[in-house]
């Protein structure tokens, strides 16, 4: 059984940029969690897509957007990148209905922003 | 809102001495409460989590955490450490349905020495 797949594993951009970040749920769930961890800190929360609208939202700007697609995957978007922006980048999936709150992470993106 | 603080950002036991995590959430509807493992340069593993019945609750490799309402804590136990326990661990809470994004505290790092 897959669990939560992330690509690329590491990222290196430079200011002003933009990036793709994409993620492949556990098999079976259809939600997908976004969650920005920085350097020494907690996790995030971005953002929660399900049936491909975003669900809920964080406190992020607006440069960062997301899509999921109709096999549940789905794909974090951030502009104009700024240094702030470097962090692990963590993907969760769940099932939505009794167990959405059981959320199974990915291992992540590292993004550095230069 | 929901939040939790977690008391001590290091913690140092030795191998086979108890190990005790600390943390206090708040919310305002009746939480779902987690613990999360994280290791070097990877995602958040999910050790147990607390959503209704037993307050006291079982997880992998030895640990367990107690629901105390009227403490407002979710506290981290396990009666022997390992060397290979060392690593960070963040406590979690979330609501469910559209609420379930989960809000992490700012970690603890979990040293054991010999």
Avoid at chain 2, 17 to 33: D, E, G, Q
Avoid at chain 2, 65 to 91: G, I, N, R, V
């Amino acid at each position: 059984d897959a669990g939560v797949t992330q690509s690329p594993t590491h990222l290196i951009k430079t200011r002003g940029q933009q990036v793709t970040l994409r993620c492949s749920p556990k098999s079976g769930h259809d939600t997908v969690s976004w969650y920005q961890q920085a350097l020494g800190q907690g996790p995030q929360f971005i953002f929660q897509y399900y049936e491909e609208e975003e669900r809920q939202r964080g406190n992020f700007p607006d440069r960062f957007s997301g899509h999921q697609f109709p096999n549940y995957s789905s794909e974090l978007n951030v502009n104009a990148l700024l240094l702030g922006d470097s962090a692990l980048y963590l993907c969760a999936s769940s099932l939505s209905g009794g167990l959405v709150y059981e959320q199974y992470f990915g291992p992540g993106t590292r993004l550095t922003v230069t | 809102a929901q939040s939790v603080t977690q008391l001590g950002s290091h913690v140092s036991v030795s191998e086979g001495a108890l190990v005790l995590l600390r943390c206090n959430y708040s919310s305002s509807v009746p939480p779902y409460l987690f613990w999360y493992v994280q290791y070097p340069n990877q995602g958040l593993q999910l050790l147990l989590k607390y959503t209704t019945g037993a307050t006291l609750v079982k997880g992998i490799n030895g640990f367990e955490a107690e629901f105390k309402k009227s403490e407002t804590s979710f506290h981290l136990t396990k009666p022997s450490a390992h060397m290979s326990d060392a690593a960070e661990y963040f406590c979690a809470v979330s609501g469910t349905g559209t609420a379930s994004k989960l809000t992490f505290g700012t970690g603890t790092r979990l040293q054991v020495t010999l």
